[in-house]
């Protein structure tokens, strides 16, 4: 058996809306690869009848799509094992976040690009900052648009570049409207809802700051000699591993215990610290519970395992005790919980699980997530 | 009380509208921000110059880099240039040339040089002033070092001094601003550029990167801020983390305040510490708070003191015109203060947040 190659390298071009000029700057890239003597190949390049962009695959070689029947309709997915066959030094992929034909080989097309990394192909790909998992419900909430082919965080965290590929919102809109973007008639649809200048301003500053993000932690992993932090910069909680933070989030079988997961994960990630996400029932394989709330949590767990959250099913009558149990045996410095339903508001008498946990956790932080789908409708005080 | 729409008197009024004259006589100012030379500024900016022309708009060159690539040259040859002066030796925009040409757009790069002694203004970014005021928009590019305010923090990392500078008001009254972003290999690849640069490991240009990329954050977010209010949309969604530390005298506030600010800047977010004022608190008590409040401007946080009835609907009302993202409060069994109130406190402000994440501290 020959030795694996190295893993290729990823590069990330992000981009807050569609026209921002994404694909035109990933392809800018390839012609100077090219240039260089680098063999470069296209894997998948999505037109959209953009002339500037198709000019720019001029000279690239492309390999050709696959070909996929579904339910008698032919669909065309990037061809994975031709490239693999063809084996070159880099390969353009548009559309990082596209799901699938159903019947590919696998769901998304940030699972191909992991194989192609794996097999030592540098490549180059385009997302939007929307697409990204842990933002999900923040961009519901500006957009009103649940997005549903989603990254998940650690796939962009092991990209080993993100670029930032910045127009201002107003540029953008003036391409729409001059129908760079789409065509008339889907930029009227794209300019009623989405491509709303407010909209597309609070979009860009995600993306802005998710780079800005994405550039800080690259640069622990630097070991370049001679460099000194900021002086009297020190992070206590960093440097010793006792008082480093761990998050541990409830999972139930409510949905917006996605939501929960999401927001616990990206605070995990900012503060540096470790993430587990606990179920509590009375038996361990969740049989107590009713068929579809035993779906909704494993669906919940299942999850979770996806963003790369460590998971555990804990086995008990109070959900407030185990949990705060467990909390306090792993070292837990922090835990979150969802907001009640408002048809769960305790009885003047009765606790809320809340403040049951509140009660039992003494030392440790309690984030209550907002739900950002009642942000229309400001409840009463 | 802080309120986001509150309604205008006659006067006010009036200087709006002569702004908004103002404002619509002057041109439109656009900026390419980069983190260090070579990434790529000089292209943009010409590159844009070249579309706006082939639709239509009346584009010339101001200032050019003396150094140039072929790409470069190549954009030059398809544009009018106005040649720089030369001024002993130096090379200087020639403003009054481009007023009297007067074009729509006007092109200049090196936003940040400065001018010979004796020219009419002692930068370059004056002159582009100038051109602004008199209708012309300008399309330009900087380097971050030589923004004022950031400059002491970018010659912390490359070790360079530089002198010339542009003022952060300056930026911050362009109508866009865009980063030019690449990764480091491409600035260290592309340089061209003859003037102060930056050399060395990657680490030093990565850091670069991110105060471009948070600053252009920045400038975004306070154009946001003016966007919202100028269209009375009270809008509590943010790209950018707040955070709001509630104290009250006999809280354990050091450790909230500190979560407060690890989590404000490894968010790059903001940090607000408020205090909804008390009656009648005793001599104690006054002292505790005195003492909380030192340690949230130890933290360096924006400290507010509200006046309310009701603790938690004066918090939550604040919250909710600042656009909090989260709120932190203390949970002490020993001191209940919101007791006074029906229904259960924690509960009523867990209710109203409702799209803050809550935050809870027991203790």
């Not at chain 2, 690890?262 to 004022?277: M, S």
Request: aromatic share 6%.
């Amino acid at each position: 058996m020959p030795d694996r190659p190295p893993r290729g390298k990823l590069q990330i071009f992000l981009g807050y809306a569609a026209g921002v000029g994404k694909t035109y700057q990933m392809l800018e890239e390839a012609q100077k690869a090219k240039r260089e003597g680098v063999d470069v190949v296209i894997g998948y390049f999505e037109p959209h009848g953009r002339k500037d962009t198709i000019a720019k695959t001029e000279g690239i070689e492309m390999v050709p799509r696959r070909a996929i029947d579904y339910r008698g309709s032919i669909f065309e997915e990037m061809d994975t094992d031709a490239i693999l066959r063809r084996r070159p030094q880099l390969c353009v992929v548009d559309e990082f976040p596209h799901t699938n034909v159903p019947g590919s080989e696998r769901l998304k097309r940030w699972q191909d690009v992991q194989i192609l990394l794996d097999a030592g192909i540098n490549v180059l790909t385009t997302m939007n900052i929307q697409h990204l998992e842990s933002l999900n419900d923040q961009v519901w909430s500006i957009t009103g648009i649940r997005v549903r082919e989603t990254i998940p965080d650690w796939v962009l965290q092991q990209a080993d570049q993100v670029v930032m590929v910045d127009l201002t919102p107003r540029a953008l809109l003036n391409r729409l409207a001059r129908g760079v973007v789409y065509s008339q008639e889907k930029a009227q649809k794209a300019l009623e809802n989405f491509f709303q200048e407010s909209t597309l301003v609070v979009l860009r500053e995600l993306a802005l700051r998710q780079t800005a993000h994405e550039v800080e932690i690259r640069q622990v992993d630097y070991d370049a000699p001679g460099f000194e932090p900021e002086p009297g910069y020190h992070d206590e909680a960093e440097q010793s591993p006792a008082n480093a933070e761990r998050i541990l989030i409830l999972v139930t079988a409510d949905p917006t215990t996605a939501m929960l997961i999401r927001r616990g994960k990206r605070v995990a990630d900012y503060l540096h610290a470790d993430c587990f996400a606990v179920a509590v029932s009375r038996e361990i394989d969740l049989h107590d519970m009713a068929p579809r709330d035993r779906e909704m949590v494993e669906r919940h767990l299942n999850f979770a395992r996806n963003l790369h959250i460590e998971t555990r099913i804990l086995q008990g009558e109070d959900v407030a005790k185990m949990l705060v149990e467990f909390a306090h045996l792993n070292g837990v410095t922090h835990l979150f919980l969802a907001r009640p339903h408002p048809s769960q508001w305790p009885a003047l008498s009765r606790r809320s699980l809340v403040q049951q946990v509140v009660h039992l956790a003494r030392d440790m932080q309690v984030t209550i997530v907002a739900d950002p789908s009642n942000r229309q409708q400001p409840q009463p005080v | 009380m802080p309120s986001a729409i509150r309604r205008r008197s006659p006067e006010e009024l009036l200087q709006q509208v002569q702004a908004e004259e103002a404002y619509e006589r002057r041109g439109r100012l656009k900026v390419f921000l980069g983190y260090a030379s070579g990434v790529g500024k000089s292209f943009r900016m010409l590159d844009e110059g070249r579309r706006r022309r082939e639709r239509g708009q009346d584009v010339v060159v101001g200032a050019i880099q003396p150094k140039t690539t072929p790409e470069i040259e190549a954009l030059l040859s398809k544009l009018e240039v106005i040649p720089l002066r030369q001024v002993d030796g130096v090379y200087v925009m020639d403003a009054p040339a481009i007023l009297k040409r007067r074009p729509g757009v006007c092109l200049v790069d090196g936003l940040a040089y400065d001018n010979p002694p004796g020219s009419k203004h002692a930068s370059r970014w004056e002159d582009v002033n100038d051109l602004l005021d008199a209708g012309i928009s300008v399309v330009t590019s900087v380097n971050i070092q030589y923004i004022d305010d950031l400059r002491e923090r970018v010659q912390r990392i490359t070790g360079k001094h530089v002198t010339q500078t542009v003022p952060r008001s300056f930026l911050n009254s362009a109508d866009e601003i865009v980063v030019v972003d690449a990764p480091p290999e491409t600035a260290i690849a592309g340089d061209t550029q003859a003037g102060p640069r930056v050399a060395g490991p990657e680490q030093k240009l990565s850091e670069l990167r991110e105060i471009a990329l948070l600053l252009a954050a920045d400038v975004v977010d306070r154009q946001l801020e003016g966007y919202l209010q100028r269209n009375g949309i009270p809008q509590t969604f943010g790209a950018q983390e707040r955070i709001l530390v509630a104290i009250t005298p006999r809280a354990n506030a050091a450790p909230m305040i500190a979560s407060g600010k690890r989590n404000a800047d490894r968010f790059h977010g903001d940090l607000i510490v408020v205090y909804v004022r008390q009656a009648e608190i005793s001599a104690d008590d006054q002292q505790a708070l005195e003492q909380n409040l030192a340690i949230a401007r130890a933290a360096q946080a924006k400290i507010e003191i509200l006046d309310g009835q009701d603790p938690i609907e004066t918090l939550l009302k604040y919250a909710h015109e600042h656009r909090i993202t989260q709120i932190f409060v203390g949970h002490s069994t020993r001191e209940q203060w919101w007791e006074r109130f029906t229904g259960t406190p924690l509960d009523r402000l867990i209710r109203g947040a409702n799209d803050i994440d809550v935050r809870v501290f027991p203790h």
